[in-house]
């Protein structure tokens, strides 16, 4: 069938769509920013389209139907602001651009919730969401799931590292609860199959895996897959939902505006009522997994590397990477329309642009950021607190970047492997809104450009560029920053004088990390004697070693 996916760039879209095709089905992907799919396989696939669309544009919601059979609406906005009206919105517009084209089906995945009770917010506005396309005229599937259980979900970051690093935990009541945890798999199979519902088929589905637990359950149940020792966990009722919001905030790479939603829905009991689904649709082959299963999996594929999408891939509507377009430069003063603060470094390497862009292309995450980590880790604290990100949201991969792809606070907005000259065309660029950065990109030239998601008074990129030069290469670095108001500009110049030491020290170290990993340059060889300029190299080259086999161990 011709199949229309939002959310395509999401956790649970990013997912969907390469089993679709899969399928023999042909795919629409509806992203808001196209380029985000340049450097993802499967959508490079035959029978994969993706168009530029948004749920609350009408116009493009209708284009984006016509001609298809079905629509997979994947599409929350639990992180943002009056996310509630914000979802009604988009349903509303949706169901109108379904019926209008003649979609024959549309199947959402909202969350199980109780019946007869207050519920959060978040189970609220998903439960409102499924109503609206059960009423839209269009035969709709609802289906409903608890918990669900992934490399790289939410729900599932969250279980992981508050196992992980609590081994004596403080629980709320809401622990006790209990909880119908569903495996990624499962979600997916049944997604999948729904498509071949009879067309009178209007109504929701709750979908679990087999086992019933407690989030505490849960917990322990984790501690022992994993290996790890029996955790303690002592129960605290006043620990209200907010309040461990906060908690889950500092200890977990989930933000507080995410977890806030997750752990409100954990004051129900989120059991299925039924499951009605197997008349239907045949479950798994091999049955539906475990709780434990599922967590082996999924630790799994984290051990290996090998996490398709992550909760973090989908960046929110408000984010600082949402706005602006990608056909023009952070510096472009026709766009800022005022001030335009920018760090430029550059500095010649004698490792070669592979090996440099080697280094550059392992940065963030467990491996750090080349220069002054307390300050690093310091501003992510920060972040933290005031409801961002912070750093601890890592990298999908330890070793590659692909355009969309969350890093600590950054959003990778370009990634260019080696560009084919002058015009930007090389192959990673293809398919992509070519940018002005990119357009004048060297042949052979990389290049990385993240742009801010923390916190701050303004919006900021930061553009690494290596070029190959006759024995060895180019590193070039700038940091743009486009300050908002009075505050931005006394945040820029508040930290400027950490530059020297945030800038300067990447400059240097990441330079000199590529130098050892060749063993070539000023560095390769400790300087001899005793003049200040001698001792000077000597430490350079110490804690540039030191920096390349701690990045090495991690």
Partial sequence: MRCVVTGATGYIGGRLAPRLVAEGHTVRCVVRTPAKTKDIPWAQQDGVEVVRGDVLDPDSMREACEGAEVLYYLVHSLSESGFAEVDRRAALITAEAARTAGIRRIVYLGGIHPEGVELSEHLSSRTEVGEIFLRSGVPTAVLQAAVILGSGSASFEMLRYLTERLPVMLTPSWVHHRVQPIAIR??????????????????????????????????????????????????????????????????????????????????????????????????????????????????????????????????????????????????????????????????????????????????????????????????????????????????????????????????????????????????????????????????????????AEMKAPGLAWLELRVAPRPGGSLYRQRAVFLPRGLAGHAYWWVIAPFHVLVFGGMERRIVAAAELEEHRGPLAEPATGRSPVAVWRRRRRDRALRDAEKARRR
């Fill in 186 to 451: 499962d979600v997916l199979h049944y997604l999948t199959r729904v498509v071949d519902l009879p067309p009178e088929v209007n109504r929701t589905f709750d979908i679990g895996g087999p086992d019933v637990l407690t989030y505490l359950q849960m917990m322990e149940g984790f501690a022992e897959v994993e290996g790890l020792p029996r955790r303690t966990m002592l129960p605290v009722p006043v620990l209200t939902p907010r309040l461990s919001s906060h908690w889950v905030n500092l200890v977990t790479p989930v933000p507080r505006s995410t977890a806030v939603p997750l752990i409100d829905s954990l004051v129900h009991e989120v059991v299925a009522a039924e499951h009605d689904i197997d008349t239907f649709v045949d479950p798994p082959a091999e049955g539906l997994t475990s709780f434990r299963t599922a967590v082996d999996l999924a630790l799994t594929r984290i051990r290996e590397g090998q996490v398709e999408t992550r909760w973090s891939g989908a960046n929110a509507r408000y984010a600082p990477s949402d706005p602006m377009p990608s056909d023009l430069l952070p510096s472009d003063p026709d766009w800022a329309g005022g001030t335009v603060y920018t760090d430029v470094r550059e500095r010649g390497a004698a490792a070669s642009a592979e090996t440099l862009w080697h280094v550059i292309a392992g940065i963030g995450g467990d491996r750090g950021w080349y220069s002054f980590p307390l300050g690093w880790r310091a501003r992510g604290v920060m972040d933290r607190l005031v409801g961002g990100v912070g750093l601890r949201r890592g990298r999908r991969d330890a070793d590659r970047l692909k355009v969309g792809d969350a890093l600590d606070w950054w959003r990778v907005e370009e990634c260019v492997e080696g560009s084919n000259g002058a015009d930007g065309s090389g192959a990673a660029a293809a398919g992509s809104d070519a940018s002005a950065s990119v357009a004048d990109l060297e042949d052979g030239e990389y290049l990385l450009r993240l742009r």
